[in-house]
């Protein structure tokens, strides 16, 4: 095949690196040398994107997401610029533009649904395209103008997009289920969506005119050939790369070979000048085929292609990166693509760390014959993922004046020790007379012995005596001596500061090397004790906020503080049920208040009044009642009979009063 010329690729896939590698999203731009490569890596709180210079291996931009946003997706491409990128302001009318040019930008989406398109150029971002999707962005590509572009989301909707506008231009729903990834030919007439199938949409009119099957497991990437008439596709879990007629002039749906890895694959790219393809696996190494469809593929014209029964293929070049101080141990590769060095024939690989990673480029084909190379064995020098080197004379010289902490050699000294000698005076025999009395040690020594007698017969036992806490002025070194040590009394003593200046001071003069061993045990006493929560969090919130550069720095700092996460997130669960249990109690303790108060009102009101209400036990106990009460109404009120007795009486003896008046007269 001779050779072609060279295209600018707008597909856009991205792969998902290592979790050793402390990479989450990764990629080359599509330049035909590959001159920058994009990572998205976990910040403190958020995702953080940095573009190295592959040629300088130095940072040119680098950006954290605001509002704490997660990046699921990462997209090299172009948009056109007319002069009002980072600008809010609109032009005026009958004011004229400047001329369109295109800039190198990163459209990143998010799990809010969103597309962010970030500037080189200009450091920031420029666009974002929102309002279409409801749920995370899976993926998403730009057409070669830099126009148009296209997004899938977990939704399962299609959007076509104006970028120049922001504005949505389509929408419609994919056949597939789960579908998570894109590709766009390189004439940019067909758009190819993967989920557990992949299939082939025109975009004329938005129809599928062919679907693959052929992964167990979701697409993690595709790829379309420099000639669009080929598709390869790599899956999660899965160590074969499918190669697919993409020809819309047959019905072909069965794979025309397979490639094979000994590990799953990670990535995978095609070369911009022949038909060979690449394919990075999870243990860091690159596979090569020089002619994909080889065994698939007849010799004839593209439109007379027959399908042919799949066979699997070994890699027909291995490219291999081993330690130079170990030689057993492997370096991983974290990307790689072809470029155009060497006429075509290498490919510029990514390795080492999330923090500082190396690039080479590296010929896949002997210089004097122009055959392809077996195997591929670079011996390189590891890279470190601190800021000072093993092999730095800095360090070095660190390591000649540090001296490890060694107990033996240390001599305790305590007040017997420094006994002082009783002043004598020569009486000129030049023999001194004897002491006076006792010496000041004895004094000292004497004391101390009463007061621990006193504190062993105040209980019986003797007490064993505490760790004082340290002052502020020794917490660092006292801190460091604990850590060093290992003495949990010595660092508890330490951790009962409270104090946030005290805290503050301390830990910023804590050394790097102790930074994760404190948090490892604040850590664990954070998860086995919840109610030093409080005292805890001070010192954890001063470690985060002062020692982040470094704590950057560390490649599995995830994983050293998932335990970390799991404990905020579970304590963040039982938050809301803490609420709602919070707003029964308060709801049951001002019904018990009301009612308390209402007994009080109605206590008050019974003293005032005199009348009492008894209520009867039975129906004879009312009965004999009503009888008692008419018996003492009988006593208390005379009867009828009684009261005419009584009148006569008085009759009888106003008569006789009359008579004796009428005889004294006479």
Same mark, same amino acid.
Request: negative net charge.
């Given at each position: ?25 990764? %990629? ?35 950006? %954290? ?75 998403? &590509? ?31 729903? /994919? ?7 894109? /590709? ?162 290498? &490919? ?213 503080? %998932? ?48 009348? &009492? ?8 106990? /009312? ?29 009888? %003896? ?13």
């Amino acid at each position: 095949m001779g050779k072609k010329t060279i295209k600018s690729a707008p597909d856009t896939s991205v792969e998902a690196t290592s979790n050793l590698a402390g990479i989450l999203l990764s %990629s080359f731009d599509k330049s035909p040398s590959a001159e920058l490569f994009a990572i998205v890596t976990h910040s403190v709180d958020r995702h953080r994107l940095r573009i190295f210079s592959t040629r300088s291996g130095t940072v040119s931009n680098d950006y %954290s997401a605001e509002n704490k946003e997660r990046f699921t997706s990462l997209t090299w491409g172009a948009v056109v610029d007319n002069g009002n990128l980072g600008h809010p302001t609109e032009v005026k009318p009958g004011k004229k533009r400047r001329t369109k040019d295109t800039i190198q930008v990163v459209a990143l989406g998010t799990h809010t649904g969103s597309i962010l398109i970030y500037s080189l150029a200009h450091g920031m971002i420029v666009k974002r395209l929102a309002d279409a999707h409801t749920t995370p962005v899976a993926d998403f &590509v730009l057409n070669r103008a830099g126009t148009k572009g296209y997004s899938i989301a977990e939704d399962g909707y299609i959007v076509e997009w104006d970028i120049e506008q922001e504005k949505e231009i389509s929408k419609w729903k /994919a056949n597939e289920k789960n579908v998570r990834r894109l /590709a766009l030919s390189h004439n940019e007439s067909t758009l190819a969506v993967a989920g557990h199938t992949i299939a082939l949409w025109n975009l004329k009119d938005r129809q599928a005119f062919k679907k693959f099957t052929g992964h167990a497991s979701l697409v993690k990437q595709l790829k379309f050939s420099q000639e669009d008439d080929l598709l390869i596709s790599i899956a999660d879990d899965d160590r074969y790369v499918n190669v697919w007629d993409a020809q819309s002039t047959n019905d072909n749906i069965n794979n025309l070979t397979a490639l094979t890895l000994e590990n799953n694959a990670a990535q995978i790219d095609f070369s911009l000048t022949e038909p060979a393809v690449l394919a990075v696996s999870e243990d860091g190494l690159v596979g090569i085929w020089e002619n994909a469809s080889s065994s698939g593929v007849t010799t004839g014209p593209r439109h007379r292609r027959k399908a042919a029964r799949a066979t699997t293929r070994q890699p027909e070049s291995n490219i291999k990166v081993v330690d130079s101080n170990e030689e057993e141990a492997n370096i991983p590769i974290i990307s790689a693509c072809f470029v155009v060095d060497h006429n075509g024939k290498a &490919v510029m690989i990514a390795r080492g760390s999330s923090f500082l990673p190396s690039f080479e480029v590296v010929r896949f084909v002997n210089e004097e014959t122009g055959a392809l190379m077996d195997d591929i064995v670079l011996t390189r020098k590891r890279t470190v993922s601190s800021l000072i080197d093993n092999d730095s004379v800095a360090l070095n010289n660190l390591k000649t004046t540090h001296k490890k902490y060694n107990e033996a050699s240390i001599k305790v000294i305590g007040n017997t020790d420094f006994t002082i000698s009783v002043p004598t005076m020569d009486d000129g025999t030049g023999v001194a007379n004897k002491s006076i009395g006792p010496s000041i040690a004895d004094k000292l020594s004497e004391i101390e012995l009463e007061d621990d007698q006193n504190k062993s017969s105040g209980d019986g036992k003797p007490k064993k005596k505490a760790v004082a806490i340290p002052s502020a002025g020794s917490l660092q070194q006292v801190l460091v001596q604990a850590l060093h040590s290992n003495d949990q009394a010595l660092l508890e003593a330490c951790l009962q500061h409270t104090k946030p200046e005290v805290i503050r001071s301390t830990v910023k003069r804590l050394p790097t090397s102790y930074v994760i061993p404190l948090m490892q045990q604040l850590i664990a006493r954070f998860q086995s004790k919840p109610n030093r929560g409080h005292g805890l969090l001070e010192w954890i919130r001063a470690v985060l906020l002062i020692h982040t550069t470094y704590l950057m720095t560390v490649p599995d700092l995830v994983g050293k503080l %998932s335990n970390f996460y799991q404990t905020l997130d579970a304590r963040l669960n039982v938050f809301p049920k803490l609420l709602a249990l919070r707003g029964r109690l308060d709801m049951i303790q001002n019904q018990i208040d009301t009612r308390t108060r209402h007994n009080k009102s109605d206590a008050e009101s019974d003293n005032e009044d005199s009348n &009492v209400y008894v209520e009867q036990d039975s129906d004879d106990e /009312a009965e004999a009642d009503r009888f008692m009460s008419e018996d003492d109404d009988a006593q208390e009120y005379p009867s009828d009979d009684e009261d005419m007795m009584e009148l006569e009486e008085d009759e009888e %003896s106003m008569q006789e009063d009359s008579e004796m008046e009428s005889e004294e007269e006479d």
